[in-house]
């Protein structure tokens, strides 16, 4: 069984539209959860972390953490062309320091 | 958010012999790792770079295959041995703070073709 599971897509949404991207994870223990963006042929990049059960916004960006669901969800606002990447849910693991990603879901913003 | 750099940046190589990639980061860290992404796939930990001693090697990996060094706080080399085409992979190296949450930062990645 997959730790983190995502929806490998694409997800295509028109520019300005709502992008909903979700994750699940299947460790309890796990208390750190990130999403990294990853555009093709470039290293992951880091956009949010989120700790605690609710939502925690960053600009554009709104992470939501559910702990008893175990899911997690990054929402897009307002997306852009630009955004169009592979988005990877990330917890960190059973052990600490150690993340388990999940295989990514590509979002395609259409213009 | 620290600055980490890795060398070479790609590479292709033959069967049969060996790749060292270097990953350097501009202030010291508390905890390195390295990561293999496989085409069109996710991100997989290869092992944790323990400063001054011996790296932790996840299921699947082997020190003999993929040597680690970690000779101070700020530097780390990942060694694939004996290659193979299915050795090809984008190497990544990360690195975490203590104190930071876990966040961890990701190096430009190695790009390595084994013909």
């Known amino acids: 069984q997959k730790e983190v599971e995502q929806n490998s897509g694409p997800l295509s949404v028109p520019e300005g539209a709502i992008a909903s991207l979700n994750c699940t994870y299947s460790?309890?223990?796990?208390?750190?959860f990130f999403w990294y963006r990853q555009y093709s042929g470039k290293s992951p990049e880091l956009i949010m972390s989120?700790?605690?059960?609710g939502d925690k916004e960053d600009g554009r960006f709104t992470a939501q953490l559910n702990k008893a669901s175990q899911y997690v969800s990054l929402l897009i606002r307002d997306s852009q062309p630009s955004d169009s990447a592979t988005y990877l849910c990330a917890s960190e693991g059973k052990y600490g320091n150690k993340l388990v990603f999940g295989a990514g879901t590509i979002l395609r913003v259409k213009s | 958010s620290a600055v980490i750099s890795q060398k070479p940046s790609r590479d292709i190589c033959q069967r049969g012999t060996s790749l060292t990639i270097q990953c350097q980061v501009d202030s010291q860290v508390t905890m390195m790792f390295w990561y293999r992404q496989q085409p069109g796939q996710s991100l997989t930990l290869i092992a944790t770079?323990?400063?001054?001693?011996?790296?932790?090697?996840e299921s699947g990996f082997v020190i003999d295959k993929f040597p680690i060094s970690r000779p101070n706080l700020t530097f780390s080399t990942l060694t694939v041995s004996n290659m193979s085409p299915e050795d090809s992979s984008i190497y990544l190296c990360?690195?975490?703070?203590?104190?930071?949450?876990?966040?961890?930062?990701f190096g430009p990645g190695t790009r390595l073709t084994v013909l």
């Open positions: 460790d309890r223990g796990s208390q750190s």
């Open positions: 989120i700790y605690s059960n």
């Open positions: 990360s690195v975490g703070v203590a104190g930071a949450g876990g966040e961890q930062f």
């Open positions: 770079a323990n400063q001054g001693s011996e790296a932790t090697y």
